[in-house]
T-cell receptor, first 109, second 112 residues
């Protein structure tokens, strides 16, 4: 059975801090790993990673994949209150997405 | 922009009722998915479909069925709603290569 584990489950930091969110997986027929941000509604897409060691970057967010050790990290630098959300990791394998439980990030002003 | 529309944002139904959750996408995507999201459990796949009239069971199909009579529409059916089916239901669609999933806004279903 495919499995995706995220840690920590929740995180509370002060504005301006840097955070690292973790995602490990066990999936057969791996195709890609995706990160989503979910506020009040549906998840919104952040990154898709398919190759090891290549960092994807979008503003203050960045992510990297290690296909040998089967994990990914999502970094957010200089956090802002608008970064408060649940961050979901999902792995595309066996022609479907398997999600982790998410990390709830709270940024204190 | 791809749009995935779920017919209801909030729904309250009684135990034993038959419930239909509708999802429509407007970008000719082949693949459509139904997930439920519960606190501490994340998103779990209920059913998915690769084409019209095709369906595959996900991780938690019990108590649910689906219908895909047209490419753009994927319906989730609760044959006899139970209180443990109270949840947020999310529909998603993607192209045949499974890149770029797009989610609907979700339906929060409460079964009383």
């Amino acid at each position: 059975e495919d499995k995706v584990v995220q840690s920590p489950l929740s995180l509370v930091v002060h504005e301006g801090d840097t955070v690292t969110l973790n995602c490990s997986y066990e999936v057969t027929n791996f195709r890609s790993l995706l990160w989503y941000k979910q506020e009040k509604k549906a998840p919104t897409f952040l990154f898709m990673l398919t190759s090891s060691g290549i960092e994807k970057k979008s503003g203050r967010l960045s992510s990297i994949l290690d296909k040998k050790e089967l994990f990914s990290i999502l970094n957010i630098t200089a956090t802002q209150t608008g970064d408060s959300a649940v961050y979901l990791c999902a792995v595309d394998g066996n022609e479907k997405l398997t999600f982790g439980t998410g990390t709830r990030l709270t940024i204190i002003p | 922009d791809v749009k995935v529309t779920q017919s209801s944002r909030y729904l309250v139904k009684r135990t034993g009722e038959k419930v239909f959750l509708e999802c429509v996408q407007d970008m000719d995507h082949e693949n459509m998915f139904w997930y439920r999201q519960d606190p501490g459990l994340g998103l779990r796949l209920i059913y998915f479909s690769y084409d019209v009239k095709m369906k595959e069971k996900g991780d938690i199909p019990e108590g649910y069925s689906v219908s895909r009579e047209k490419k753009e529409r994927f319906s989730l059916i609760l044959e006899s709603a139970s209180t443990n089916q109270t949840s947020m239901y999310l529909c998603a669609s993607t192209t045949g290569d499974n890149y770029g999933y797009t989610f609907g806004s979700g339906t929060r279903l409460t079964v009383v």
